[in-house]
């Protein structure tokens, strides 16, 4: 930590990232400007994805064909695909890339490079989260590794099974109706 804010060094002892807000601080913030978000979301009228997902339990029901409940997958999943490239475009018009030095944008590069490096069973595990991957020494020599391929292949489809199936559809949605819909169970 230096004068109230976080600093992190490479391997090699260099400055790699430095912030003026100290880490309690941001990590209010985030999750003030999370809540902010889930916040407009609610009263925008919108959905999470992760409701999208409990539609297993009226697939598991009956009350929804598979086809259905795939289509509907489907249209969530491409609207939120083309809001992140939305938002990429933005970022990009706006050239918030070179806010702070670029250190913005070079963060990004930095997060990039660390997700499609990971090894395909642990696409979304937390604990390589982007502070970690801050300090790694030569990061930026990897850029070649961002290629459209690299991104489908060892990022958003690892990251889509996990959070669509495992997550959302088994560990969610399957246990909740387990626990609360399953035929013959007894609602108290």
């Not at 806010?99 to 990039?112: C, K, N, Q, Y």
């Not at 991104?151 to 969610?172: E, H, K, M, Q, S």
């Amino acid at each position: 930590m230096g004068a109230g804010g976080v600093t992190v060094t490479d391997s090699a002892g260099n400055l790699a990232f430095t912030t003026g807000v100290p880490y309690g601080t941001n990590r209010l913030l985030m999750g003030l400007v999370f809540c902010v978000g889930l916040i407009l979301v609610v009263v925008g009228g919108a959905e999470l994805f992760t409701g999208n997902n409990l539609i297993v339990m009226a697939w598991a029901n009956g009350k929804v064909t598979g086809t259905a409940l795939l289509h509907n997958w489907a249209i969530v999943y491409l609207g939120n695909f083309i809001g992140s490239l939305g938002t990429v475009v933005l970022m990009f018009l706006t050239r918030q890339y070179t806010f702070g030095g670029s250190t913005v944008g070079i963060m990004a590069l930095r997060i990039g490079v660390a997700k499609i490096e990971r090894a395909w069973l642990s696409a979304s595990d937390r604990s390589r989260g982007a502070g970690k991957c801050i300090g790694v020494h030569g990061c930026l020599a990897h850029l070649g590794f961002l290629t459209w391929t690299a991104f489908f292949a060892r990022n958003l489809l690892p990251v889509t099974i996990g959070n669509i199936i495992i997550g959302g559809a088994i560990l969610v949605a399957a246990v909740y109706w387990v626990i609360y819909l399953r035929p013959g169970h007894v609602k108290g």
